[in-house]
């Protein structure tokens, strides 16, 4: 070892303290020093941005580099980043990949060549094979020698920016990420002209909020954004449409995905079996198109919920907001970027109007020595001076009695300028000509200052002509909306079977031999109730036990008020008997619950799950022991309250049970449910949100119309998925007709129609095929009048306003019906007015009871007799024997009495 490095070594020696057999060193010093000094270096020199120009110093470099070389072509991008070098101290790979970056946002730079594709995740081609050159923008806004500070380069031989004088917000226009040592930066990008507008508002006072614009569109809920802070949250979600019943098109990507990352998470979600799609095709090229064609039998709106769900056509983006400023890490939004960035625009745009006023200020005094010394022949008073020193106080003494409006003393500078002025200048010289030019000067003059005393207005003036020159085709891609939460177990697909072995209590997907009980998903819970009246709720598994002697078994959803489960037990192994009914909406996983009134030796001897709340009828029969008079009467669980999972119930007998035998099916004892439509979500919902479509009942459909013509009745699934040309959405009345005025593209004129729905399961269109023809209007009134206005004619008159009443105009026809002659006439606007009356039918339904809250105590049960036929989900009779004899509790009428 050399001396130098034995000095080193023996300078880093850490202090030692020996305890025992361990040396314990203590790690401090220089190492701590290095350590900090590397991370110092990666947070300000390459991961995280500067607020005053937005750039990564690799990027400013290359912005410099470019500048350096612009001569209004294109120059290989192989060329640039040798440039670079000059000032960057790193490997070409880096700065090659930081251009490209730069160049994708084509905002900066206007490119030549394959650069890649944001939307494919294609890389660009090498940067031999590339050009660049910048675009006019960058030309506009990031470049002025005169207002800019420099640095010397790493290797002191050039001169570098320390920061570009950017007069743009545009570190939000391009986003931007990085992640260094110890912190990290991801700036989302925004709309361009959005920004503008937000500066603008900025400057006239007025309060603003921006938000994201990808470049790969797609949709997004910024509901969380929180000014692009730390703890915000960005929704993005592909934009998925329904190109028929089994095909899906992808049109659209969320930010941070490629078509090929997308289309390799719907493969993994199929292998795993959380959706089930046929095949794939990938169609994209300038625009993204994916096709997903699915199975016949699957729902495509399951199938689009499935994909946000399992895939990434949904992620979440969590912003943060990071900076350099002052050689330091700021955490800042993006609304106090946009107003540092505004404000910092204007005294950029100050500075550059002082130098301006100071440029004309001194062509103006210099304008005006020059008129004085030609126009007063001064050059003439040199002619006989021989030194140079009798020159300039020549010109001088001549000047002074001439220079009384000047603004200005006369510098040395000043006359040895003049005596630069050539002969045939002189000669040449025209006062008018002169005067003209020291006047435009002066209104120049006069216009800077006036600009500097009203700098807001000036910077307004600015951010509008940039919107107005570069802002044409840079309209917000992404769409902004609310995402409603989709509920992954109930989209998912069901691609497991579920078995049961009812005596020995076990349930799981791999107990083949035994009872099959239904399909079901690997993050399905599943709801179990065994004879001794216990209940319990689990995760679904390859084989678990739950408890012997299992009755019912089923999925279970969560929050379902409208399963209702009726139950009749025995209260101990000899205790009277009691019926209930009620709903289990939520639970603790793995929890055991008892149903009965926990007596040991509790019995279930009726039980039946019902998915609409079902209420059937049930013969009971007792076992013939002593006096009992009455040993078989009938049951009817409508006339039993729905209460919470641990009300005792009401009780049926005190004597023994000796079968109970279902009598007939019941019908829904709940009242119909209120169904809203959210219009930002474009959602069904249960939750009061949006506009109500009114009561459902298990039968009730849906009503719906687009723009194309196109006609359909669904059942009100809160998973649907409506278009985007969706013109009626409605509760559907089989019996009230539907009328339209529509322009026949083939016969080239409109006709009017009146029809009713024949097929509530098929979708149809009512309109003709032919491309040209449209829909004028459509109502869904009983009795609707429409004003027609026609479009006026060449050298003809004008038509007079016409008043159209569908009911008088055609009667009801098929929908296949072409309808009725209207008008071959152009027709410039259709509204509707005001209906006839008519009085609608009413429709007569039963009583209906509501479900009482799950902690409601118990309380005698109201009678209330519904109407209609469904049949129940699942049905268990247990019969009992018992030798005890007892007694049947009849009221005065000698009708049994529940108690």
């Known amino acids: 070892m050399s001396l130098e490095n034995e000095e080193l070594h023996n300078d880093n020696e850490q202090p030692q303290e020996s305890t025992g057999n361990e040396t314990i060193t203590r790690v401090s010093g220089m190492f701590e020093d290095w350590f900090l000094d590397y991370a ?22 290359i912005m410099q580099s470019m500048k350096d070389l612009d001569d209004g072509r294109y120059n290989k991008v192989a060329n640039i980043v040798g440039h670079t070098m000059q000032y960057h101290p790193h490997g070409d790979a880096s700065i090659g990949d930081a251009m490209v970056q730069i160049g994708q946002k084509d905002l900066l730079i206007d490119t030549q060549g394959n650069w890649g594709n944001i939307l494919t995740g294609d890389s660009a081609a090498a940067s031999r094979y590339i050009e660049a050159r910048l675009s006019k923008f960058a030309l506009d806004v990031v470049y002025n ?18 920061n570009l004088p950017v007069m743009f917000p545009l570190l939000l226009a391009q ?61 993005v979600r592909a934009k998925i449409s329904t190109l028929d019943k089994n095909t899906l098109n992808i049109t659209e990507i969320p930010y941070g995905t490629t078509t090929s990352s997308l289309i390799d998470s719907i493969l993994k979600a199929n292998d795993k079996g959380k959706i089930k799609i046929k095949k794939i095709e990938d169609n994209t090229a300038a625009e993204v198109e994916i096709l997903v064609h699915l199975p016949s039998g699957i ?58 006023l100071d440029e004309f200020e001194e062509q103006w005094h210099f304008a005006s020595l020059e008129r004085i010394f030609i126009e007063n022949r001064i050059y003439r008073d040199i002619e006989e001076e021989e030194t140079w020193e009798g ?88 769409e902004l909306r609310l995402f409603d939460d989709v509920d992954a177990t109930k989209v998912v697909m069901r691609n497991t079977k579920l078995y049961v072995n009812r005596e020995e209590g076990f349930i799981g997907t791999s107990l083949r031999r035994d009872e099959y009980v239904c399909d079901c998903s690997d993050i399905d819970d599943i709801i179990v109730f065994t004879n001794d009246g216990k209940m319990m709720v689990s995760k679904v598994d390859d084989k678990k036990f739950v ?69 059937e009828v049930v013969t009971i029969f007792l076992r013939q022991v002593g006096s009992i008079k009455k040993l078989k009467w009938d049951l009817d669980f409508s006339d039993v309250l729905i209460k919470g999972r641990n009300s005792k119930g009401n009780q049926v007998t005190k ?21 809203w439509f959210d219009d930002t979500v474009q959602r069904l919902n249960v939750d009061e949100r949006g506009e109500l479509m009114g009561e459902f009942r298990g039968e009730d459909r849906l009503l719906i119309i687009t723009q194309a013509g196109v006609i359909k009745t669904i059942l009100p699934e809160l998973t649907t998925r409506f278009d985007d040309d969706m013109i009626v959405l409605e509760k559907w009345v089989p019996k009230k007709p539907i009328s339209a005025l529509y322009y026949d593209g083939e016969k080239e004129r409109y006709f009017v129609k009146r029809f009713l729905i024949e097929n509530e399961n098929r979708e149809e269109v009512f309109i003709s095929d032919h491309p040209n023809s449209q829909l004028e209007i459509v109502s869904t009134d009983w009795r609707p009048i429409a004003e027609v206005v026609f479009a006026k004619p060449r050298g003809k008159e004008q038509r007079d306003n016409e008043e159209l009443n569908f009911e008088e105009f055609i009667s009801i026809k098929g929908i296949k019906a072409l309808g009725n002659q209207f008008t071959t006439e152009k027709i410039k606007q259709v509204s509707l007015l005001d209906p006839l009356p008519y009085e609608e039918p009413e429709e007569v339904h039963a009583d209906e009871i509501d479900v009482v809250d799950e902690e409601e105590v118990n309380e005698e049960d109201s009678p209330s007799k519904p109407s209609g036929q469904n049949p129940p989900m699942e049905i268990t009779n ?22």
């Open 40 to 61: 110092s270096y990666v947070i300000l020199e390459r991961a995280v941005p500067a607020i005053e120009d937005g750039f990564k110093p690799v990027q400013r470099r």
């Open 145 to 162: 020698p005169k207002i800019t500070e420099w640095q010397a380069s790493y290797d002191g031989r050039r001169k570098e920016p320390i």
């Open 175 to 235: 986003g931007g990420e990085g992640i260094a040592v110890g912190l990290s930066t991801k700036i989302l990008p925004h709309n361009f002209n959005e920004l503008i507008d937000a500066s603008i508002k900025h400057l006239k006072g007025k309060k603003f909020t921006i938000l994201p614009d990808f470049p790969t569109a797609g949709i997004a809920d910024c509901s969380d954004y929180k000014d692009g802070m730390r703890g915000g949250k960005v929704r």
């Open 299 to 356: 729902s495509p709106d399951k199938t689009i919920d499935a994909l946000y769900a399992f895939t990434n056509c949904e992620n979440s983006i969590s912003p943060l907001g990071c900076v350099i400023e002052d050689n330091k890490p700021l955490f800042i939004g993006v609304t106090e970027i946009l107003q540092r960035s505004t404000d910092h625009t204007v005294e950029l745009l100050k500075s550059n109007l002082e130098i301006k």
């Open 391 to 478: 020159v300039i106080a020549a010109i001088d003494k001549g000047l002074k009695p001439h220079i009384a409006h000047l603004k200005r003393a006369i510098t040395q500078e000043d006359i040895e300028r003049l005596t630069e002025i050539r002969i045939k200048r002189i000669s040449k010289f025209d006062i008018d000509k002169a005067q003209q030019r020291i006047e435009a000067l002066e209104e120049q003059i006069a216009q800077v200052k006036y600009d500097l005393e009203h700098l807001t207005d000036y910077a307004i003036a600015y951010f509008t002509r940039l919107k107005n020159d570069y802002g044409k085709g840079r309209e917000r891609m992404t």
């Open 547 to 615: 408890g012997k002697d299992i009755i019912h078994v089923a999925v279970f959803k969560k929050k379902d008020k409208r399963t209702i489960y009726n139950m009749i037990y025995r209260d101990g192994s000899k205790g009277p008997s009691y019926v209930k009914r009620f709903a289990v909406t939520s639970i603790t996983r793995d929890r055991e619950y008892d149903l009965t009134n926990e007596t040991k030796g509790s019995t279930v001897l009726y039980f039946s799950a019902n998915p609409n709340g079902e209420a």
């Open 655 to 675: 004597h023994a049970v000796k079968k109970i035998e279902l009598k007939e099916h019941g019908i829904s004892t709940l009242k119909p449910r209120k169904i």
């Open 878 to 899: 247990l019969t009992r024997k018992n030798d005890d004899d007892d007694e049947t509790f009849l009221d005065e009428k000698g009708q049994t009495k529940l108690f």
